[in-house]
């Protein structure tokens, strides 16, 4: 170890020369090493400093301060190899760094990396924008992005994330241990959860929803889906925008009214059927079609319109009748039932006569004038000697029904 004041050879004696030239050489081969900082240094000069751990230090630009390189006891001098290597100390990041250019990045993509955006916190950035910030207080996910949870396969996942806008924060605390088959969460209003059986019933609005009793309180607007219930007691009205599916076992019992536009059922049991509207309700077949489906009457009426052999006796009864608010008696053996409520066109009818009158010894014919069948406001008849046609009879009982 040797250092020199100065690096000059002045003038002197030889043996003077020779032991400066000895030192300067001494200094130089053992790089200037010493306890302490070499007097009169120069810039970018060595120095090997043996009370710092064997440091190799190399005075700066400005000539002004060492820098230290390195242990000389070290391979590499104790730096961090380019290859990599284990690093016993902190790697310690530029402070000043942001989402656009982190100070742990990649040199193929240089806004994508970590950095230090806050006392005690850092963030994730890709694309130069942070996406996750670590703190003292958690891990929060920005910019509405969702946390994936991804199968085996690394392709299907199941995702969280918040709504788009949110008012206050919202907590939720899970609860300690795993519920039971079939339980739910439930929430306290503050945000704790824990597993409840339905039947333990619900804070809120869902307090009506208790064992197997779903009460008028619960609305669309609280309840959306009842997924399969094996019973179901509704004490109010129940509204569905989509479909209520039974099996062959399912009974639906205790309506006063049922409102639908489709029922499917395999039995269905009334004590009276009522139409929506002014018509006579429908019946249809599987296709929407009422072909081989058949239909309640239309229309009906049973009158008397025997004359009593008076030519001038215009008379037709009603002795009873559905949806007729009159008989028009046009002449003998010739009558129009009137509808209360018009039919279709072209609506099917049938009539008939009492058999048990005679005229002139034989049965008569009653058929209808339009072979089209009723019209939309009324049907028209006429009886006939079924020897002759052009001969027309009053009768008594004459029945008409009219379908559609």
């Not at 199941?158 to 039971?180: C, E, F, H, Q, Y």
Request: net charge negative; hydrophobic share 35%; proline share 2%.
């Amino acid at each position: 170890m040797a250092q020199v004041s100065d690096f000059n050879v002045a003038n002197a004696s030889g043996a003077s020369v020779r032991s400066d030239i000895n030192a300067i050489l001494e200094a130089i081969k053992t790089c200037n090493s010493g306890g302490s900082d070499p007097s009169n240094p120069e810039q970018f000069m060595f120095y090997a400093d043996t009370a710092d751990n064997n440091n190799l230090k190399i005075r700066n630009a400005a000539n002004n301060a060492f820098t230290t390189i390195g242990s000389v006891d070290e391979a590499n001098l104790g730096l961090l190899p380019r290859a990599g290597g284990a690093m016993t100390g902190q790697l310690l990041g530029d402070d000043g760094s942001g989402a656009g250019s982190p100070a742990y990045a990649f040199d193929g993509d240089t806004d994508t990396g970590m950095f230090r955006n806050a006392a005690n916190s850092i963030q994730f950035a890709t694309a130069g924008t942070a996406r996750v910030t670590i703190s003292s207080t958690g891990i929060n996910v920005l910019d509405g992005k969702e946390i994936r949870f991804q199968d085996s396969s690394g392709s299907p996942f199941v995702s969280l994330k918040s709504p788009s806008s949110l008012s206050s924060n919202v907590n939720l605390t899970l609860p300690a241990t795993d519920g039971s088959s079939g339980q739910v969460l439930q929430t306290d209003g503050n945000g704790v959860l824990s597993f409840v059986s339905l039947s333990a019933g619900f804070s809120g609005a869902a307090s009506a929803l208790t064992g197997n009793t779903l009460a008028s309180g619960v609305t669309s607007s609280s309840l959306t889906s009842l997924g399969t219930l094996g019973s179901l007691t509704v004490s109010g009205n129940i509204s569905a925008n989509g479909n209520i599916n039974g099996d062959g076992s399912t009974n639906i019992s205790s309506i006063s009214t049922l409102t639908t536009t489709n029922a499917n059922t395999t039995t269905t049991k009334a004590s009276q059927y009522r139409s929506n509207n002014t018509s006579t309700p429908v019946f249809q077949n599987v296709n929407g079609s009422e072909t081989h489906a058949g239909r309640l009457v239309r229309a009906c009426v049973e009158f008397d319109s025997f004359r009593g052999g008076n030519s001038s006796d215009n008379f037709a009864s009603i002795q009873g009748s559905f949806n007729v608010s009159s008989v028009t008696d046009h002449s003998e053996g010739a009558f129009t039932a009137n509808f209360s409520t018009s039919v279709p066109s072209n609506a099917t009818t049938c009539a008939t006569i009492d058999i048990d009158r005679f005229t002139f010894n034989h049965h008569c014919n009653i058929y209808l004038e339009s072979t089209s069948g009723a019209g939309t406001g009324s049907v028209r008849v006429r009886i006939t000697d079924p020897r002759d046609s052009s001969r027309v009879l009053d009768k008594n009982s004459v029945n008409i029904a009219v379908f559609a």
